[in-house]
């Protein structure tokens, strides 16, 4: 079965260093996007992508952040300067259509 | 206020013992209601989409159902297995982003 993938497992980067998250969405989905869930918390919404230009995205989802598909496969989370805060499960998801998006395992940074 | 409220927050059954979680939400304009199900440590794993009141899914021991204010995940003779966050979020409005709730921890005791 067709899946999202995610890496690294686990990044873990000191304050004010750029860090690239990357995800694989499944191949025929045409909607992308990017969650994060701090530690015991909510999963939140920070950006969807589609037709390769952001169609929504959060408050949460700054300058710091930018997002790019680079190629047909890879699609990207960029901070430009990590803060402590910003440590929490980063999630990418991709969807067919509007609805039912399938998450990837995540990518849990760490800022120190 | 929280748009999605899920109860209750946590919630022990034997092996084999049915039972319900419910999922009430407050937004207008429902694009969509879905429940996922989440491993610690892992992604949200899809389960169902509902749209519209009364509509009904089923996959395995867990059925969903709609009405205009709250959905419920029925899990019948719960396995052990079936230990997990389960997590519902809503879609309302102009956009087609969900917005999830807190989730129920559900522990299957052999």
């Known amino acids: 079965e067709p899946e999202v993938t995610q890496t690294p497992s686990h990044q873990v980067t000191q304050m004010g260093q750029e860090v690239i998250l990357r995800c694989v969405p499944i191949s025929n989905h045409l909607y992308f996007y990017w969650y994060r869930q701090i530690l015991g918390q909510k999963v939140e919404f920070l950006v969807s992508?589609?037709?390769?230009?952001?169609?929504?995205k959060s408050e949460i989802f700054d300058d710091q952040f930018s997002v790019e598909r680079p190629d047909g496969s890879n699609f990207t989370l960029k901070i430009r300067s990590t803060k402590l805060e910003d440590s929490a499960m980063y999630f990418c998801?991709?969807?067919?259509?509007?609805?039912?998006?399938?998450f990837g395992p995540g990518t849990r940074l760490t800022v120190t | 206020e929280d748009q999605v409220t899920q109860s209750p927050e946590a919630l022990r059954l034997q092996e084999g013992e049915s039972s319900s979680l419910n999922c009430s939400y407050t937004v207008s304009g429902l694009r969509g209601l879905f429940w996922y199900r989440q491993d610690p440590g892992k992604g949200p794993e899809f389960l169902f989409t509902?749209?519209?009141a009364g509509e009904e899914k089923e996959k395995e021991r867990l059925k969903a159902t709609l009405t205009k204010k709250e959905s419920f995940l029925h899990i019948t003779a719960p396995k052990p297995e079936d230990s997990a966050t389960y997590l519902c979020?809503?879609?309302?409005?102009?956009?087609?982003?969900?917005?999830f709730g807190r989730g129920t921890s559900l522990i299957v005791h052999p």
């Open positions: 998801a991709s969807s067919e259509l509007r609805a039912g998006q399938y």
């Open positions: 509902l749209y519209s």
């Open positions: 979020a809503v879609a309302s409005g102009g956009s087609y982003i969900p917005t």
């Open positions: 992508f589609y037709n390769n230009e952001i169609s929504e």
